[in-house]
């Protein structure tokens, strides 16, 4: 015990074993809805819902505990959301919705290759000019814009919106069970925000799943049981296939670049209020930190999973004394616990089929219209005032839910800002890698449209 409190630096950081360890259980209680959203996500890229839920805690865990022992800070890791989406419906979508076609082990491929890229950044110390190269206003448009695709997926999962003749979208009928049971799950996890309950929208899962079994829109698989198997989603990694694909180099700049932000902007939130920050605050093991995300990815594509990065939600173990990595090992050896809770997973996301056969999931929903909501608050860091970057950040945002398009809301975002600031009179004050981006998917469009 004594050597492990050294390690962590405990008592430096003025914090001990039961607070750090109840930090970890109340990190977990705040992400652990990603163990029942994750497999659901990922099965519409035609996924195994088993394997994905075994990787997605096997890979959560080893992220953790990395980041626990590289840099020592309590923030645990898991799969993004935002990455899951484009991985499943721009990445693997169809093309005739706007996807790009790839097979899910060709996207698992992209992954990887982007994790590794990540890696050699940090390892090559090159980091902080692709931080740096990128305006805070497409940062943070690409988040809201993507919080708001999720939040939309989540209303046409819960039956809240649908197709509708002759416009993209309606209202669906509001007083059917699915609708109802979504709104019931939005209505309390907002509840329980507001009263900062701890695992707020794990508790509305799981009173949704409830309503949802009265209502006979769920079946009971059980609470545990034996882990499903890994094995149809380890290594399956189709990298041969990813290179005959013509835009296999835009989904790993993407997959990267989204992996970047991220991290980068949980770090910097999370370290300030845990005081992990100098004074001019820089975080010391912040090269560290991404590195452990980086290779947290690449571990999690090999087994099955996408993208995986450091949780906002980690503030919640924070908010609680976590100051260590004590924390995140913690918050890892109960993802590692989880998995003996398959049959529960299946009982939450296995969604359900209506009479005109479409598949919904009213219980998992609400989860993405709350985290919707979550990302979208990062509008209130765009600089509005600013009209090259207020433009750029407002078409990125607009984009992406209303193609469905992760990729179509980035491209429009780096080619407007790129334009703009050219004609400002800006051009030498973008960073080249700005330009050169919006070059190639100005390019991009060129081959598309002949």
Not at 48 to 56: L, P
Not at 104 to 129: E, H, K, R, T
């Amino acid at each position: 015990m004594e050597r492990m409190s050294s390690f962590f630096r405990l008592k430096e950081r003025g914090t001990d074993f039961r607070t750090e360890i109840t930090a970890g259980a109340s990190t977990f209680l705040t992400m652990s809805y990603i163990i029942f959203v994750q497999p659901a996500v990922l099965s519409a890229a035609g996924m195994d819902f088993g394997s994905v839920m075994m990787a997605t805690c096997l890979a959560s865990a080893i992220g953790s505990i990395l980041m626990a022992l590289l840099a020592n800070y309590p923030i645990a890791l898991a799969p993004a959301m935002g990455h899951n989406f484009f991985f499943a419906f721009t990445v693997c979508g169809a093309a005739a919705v706007g996807g790009m076609g790839l097979s899910w082990q060709q996207a698992l491929a992209a992954n990887f290759i982007s994790g590794a890229l990540l890696l050699a950044l940090c390892l090559a110390g090159a980091v902080d000019y692709v931080i740096h190269a990128v305006p805070n206003c497409l940062r943070h448009g690409i988040a809201v814009g993507i919080g708001l695709l999720i939040a939309l997926l989540g209303l046409e999962w819960g039956g809240i919106v649908v197709d509708a003749p002759g416009v993209l979208v309606g209202l669906g009928d509001v007083k059917s069970p699915p609708a109802l049971i979504t709104i019931f799950g939005v209505f309390l996890m907002a509840s329980l925000m507001m009263r900062k309950i701890k695992g707020a929208i794990l508790v509305g899962i799981l009173a949704s799943t409830a309503l949802a079994l009265a209502f006979g829109m769920a079946e009971f698989k059980g609470i545990a049981g034996a882990p499903p198997s890994i094995s149809p989603t380890l290594f399956k990694l189709d990298f041969e296939g990813l290179f005959d694909h013509g835009q296999f180099w835009m989904v790993i700049a993407i997959f990267l670049f989204l992996d970047l932000f991220d991290t980068i902007g949980t770090l910097v939130g999370v370290g300030a209020k845990a005081g992990l920050s100098d004074k001019d605050g820089r975080m010391p093991q912040g090269q560290k930190a991404i590195g452990a995300d980086a290779a947290a990815t690449v571990a999690g594509t090999v087994l099955g999973t996408s993208t995986i990065t450091s949780y906002i939600e980690s503030a919640a173990g924070v908010a609680v004394g976590g100051r260590t990595g004590l924390t995140a090992v913690t918050t890892g050896i109960l993802f590692l616990l989880a998995i003996f809770f398959a049959p529960l997973a299946q009982t939450v996301g296995g969604g359900y089929e209506t009479a005109s056969g479409a598949r919904l999931y009213p219980v998992i929903a609400p989860a993405l219209i709350v985290v919707g909501s979550l990302m979208f608050s990062l509008a209130k860091q765009i600089d509005w005032d600013e009209p090259a970057g207020a433009i750029s950040a407002y078409l990125t945002i607009i984009i992406i839910p209303l193609t469905v398009s992760i990729t179509e809301g980035i491209a429009v975002g780096f080619i407007s800002y790129s334009l703009l600031n050219t004609v400002k009179g800006n051009f030498g004050k973008v960073s080249p890698l700005v330009h050169a981006l919006a070059a190639l998917f100005i390019l991009r469009y060129i081959f598309l449209a002949g």
